[in-house]
């Protein structure tokens, strides 16, 4: 079911005027609204758990894998942290702009949490257009928001109706102080020209890679390196942005790229069968998938199992996979080599996972690119980004507070 | 003589047995299909890395074609080299041929069979260039061979890189007036653009007139719903559905397939539109994930096993979706772009970028 824009336009109204209510309460205790809202989500969808495995295209694991580790770190003192970096005391003070529109994508179902809990905590009312693939989640959310307290419930509100209606779109953006887009680079553009740069916050096409240097590869931490991987690729079934496509990894004499991959295979992805196990391959996807795994056999080597793939490949001849667990080992000799391979991907880079022993030197050469705007994180983590981690080079409140000279408000 | 040659004769028997309207039997087809592929492995090394099936030939991907050479013989030795659509290198399929001998049998007795079943010699209208304008294109080849071997006359609408609006009103004008029946040929592109040009000129083309069309959009033109188009075309020319088909050829195969609904309207045993296989060519839908075939109807992406790729690679898996459907297939479309990804990258947009 879709809606038409007379009825978004009646739920931006609506939410405007909630608006009053969400910022007449306190941060303080908007946090502990959300903190309530965040755990009995986690509830619901656990009882839900088929219905959004079946939406999703997640198996029921993965679907209670990523519900809990996302609204897991939403708890209130996450909350109250957050909001105080993002409206640190000083002199001009910062204002929640009046509503915050966000278009999701399917891709990843609880990329929508984030947002929204964001955006309530800052007192900016949030009009969800949800993906006509997956509508389940959303509408749990709003529950649960309504059920932890009427001033946020009011103040978040989900429409659907299908990519590219010019009447729909112009009803959602209207009204909105700021839209935050997630999606394809077309859908991105597409709403760029419709609200301007300024009001937009783009979430666009993105990919992620993983570094690990030698130490990684050691005999005291090989088990916890392939662990962390492997969890990074098969976490959503590697469809989103933050889903490892790369992994470089910095051989020896001692360890080739070829070893690591089949210990990848055998230690890692083959296990994680069992307990993440994979959704089904649309068929589209799977189309790509053959085409993607032949030519990688054809040129260099693939390691195939039961629901993965794993291509070694040289950075010169990098091809991307469809995601779904199709994953390319790139042997390097140094870092050197591994960020000259990441710095042609520019923008378009969202996340480096590293080893402990590398992650400082990654951090601070992403810190001294002017071409990249990747945040690093641990590998095991790049699926589990905290509550506050940067988004696309920002941070995750860019766009939901507008300076204001006294604006009033209460902690 | 050598395995080539060998594997060559028992290639051409089966495509002139057909032809002479003898049955072929699926066995020997498959044998054949072993043996090619056995052959071809330790000739062309890019295949022989693939790791075959248990109890299958390894099928080589389309995108292979794109990024190496495929071909068992010198580069020397090529007499053609057919190349995709596409803008950029890395886009464009290349298959390199060291003999059209059995391209020519086997589009001829496809064409015979599917397009032209009624008929020895028709007039032909092309929508499409010429052979000598684009030389590196398998079908502007293949419609030079039917104006050779089908063509009582042939026009070419086609000038200066675009449709010849003209010139095909001409050609339909002079068919019209002569009572003749003409096929004519062309992309789908083409067809739209046809459409789009035409206004409202319309035309009342003698009964026994046909249409052919071929391909997808590739951006050259508007994309048409098929159905949509199907009705335009009928409406614009004045010829009933079943006599407007496609043909479904590759540049990375040799042979063609045709939909059924011509010939079965001639011979008056009407089924569902689908595609006709030529029993040279085994075309299975299968499984994504574990690349074996699917059951029934379900739908798959196709694998297409064409014993007329000698010298290249004849299993080949495609990135079209298909089913089958009775005892043809249906091609549902490439599935390029479906990929719920998200915000994930697209390939060639990163890459672009290196």
Known sequence: MTDDPAVIRGRASALLGAGRALRAASTAERAVWLAQAAADLRRSARQAVQELSDATGLSVPMVDWATRTTLDTIDERSLLDLATKACPRREQALAPISMLAVVLAGNVFTASARSIFVALLLGAPVLVKASSKELAFPAMTKDALRAASPALGTAMDTVTFRGGDVDCEAALVERAEAVSVYGSDDTVAAMASRVGPDSLIAHGHGVSVAYCGASAQSESQRSETIAGLSLDICAYDQRGCLSPQLVFVETSAKQSAEDFAFQLAEQGLAPMDRTLPRGPVPTSVGAEQAQWRGVAEVEGTLIRGR???????????????????????????????????????????????????????????????LALSAYSCPIGSMQTPALDAPADGFPIWHGLLSPQEAAPRRR | MSRRNELKSRIEAIIERFDKGEQVDPAHRDELIEDLATWQACGIPEYGRLQRDDDWPAALPTDVFRFRRIAAHPVEEDVRVFLSSGTTSSERSVHAYRDLSLYDLAARAAARRMLFPDVGEIRLVVLAPHEGDAPESSLEYMLARFAQWFGTECTWAWRHGQLDLDRLTDALRRAESAGVPIALLGTSFAFVHAEDGLGPRRFALAPGSRVMQTGGYKGRSRAVDPEVLLEAIGHRYGIPAPFIINEFGATELSSQFYETTLRECIEGQPGPRRLWVPPWVRATPVDPDTLRPVAGETVGILRIDDTANLDSVCCIQTADLAKRVEDGIVVLGRAHGATPRGCSLAADQAMGAR
């Open chain 1, 307 to 369: 629901s993965y793939g794993i291509a070694v490949r040289s950075a010169e001849s990098i091809r991307w996979s469809p995601g779904y667990r199709n994953v390319t080992v790139v042997p390097v000799r140094t870092i050197d080599e591994a960020f000259d391979a990441m710095t042609p991907m520019g923008a378009s880079l969202k996340c480096v996972g590293a080893d402990p022993a590398s992650i400082s030197e990654v951090r601070a050469r992403l810190g001294e690119s």
